[in-house]
């Protein structure tokens, strides 16, 4: 009956930059560009946002 449309979009970039950061670090530290691995980050930041956005 009562939808919750408020959504917390700061906890989901947080969320994701944490998740997303540490398998990041990971693929770094075995030799993957940093760049490649940066951009993977950002690209479950925005699926994240997506996500939350419309679930």
Same mark, same amino acid.
């Given at each position: 009956?009562?939808?919750?449309?408020?959504?917390?979009?700061?906890?989901?970039?947080?969320?994701a =930059?944490?998740?997303?950061?540490?398998?990041?670090?990971? =693929? &770094?530290? $075995?030799? $993957?560009?940093?760049?490649?691995?940066?951009?993977?980050?950002?690209?479950? &930041?925005? =699926? =994240?946002?997506?996500?939350?956005?419309?679930?």
């Amino acid at each position: 009956m009562y939808k919750n449309t408020k959504k917390d979009w700061l906890g989901s970039i947080v969320t994701a =930059a944490i998740g997303a950061g540490v398998v990041t670090s990971f =693929a &770094i530290s $075995q030799g $993957q560009h940093p760049l490649v691995a940066f951009g993977v980050t950002g690209m479950a &930041i925005a =699926a =994240a946002l997506m996500i939350d956005h419309y679930a």
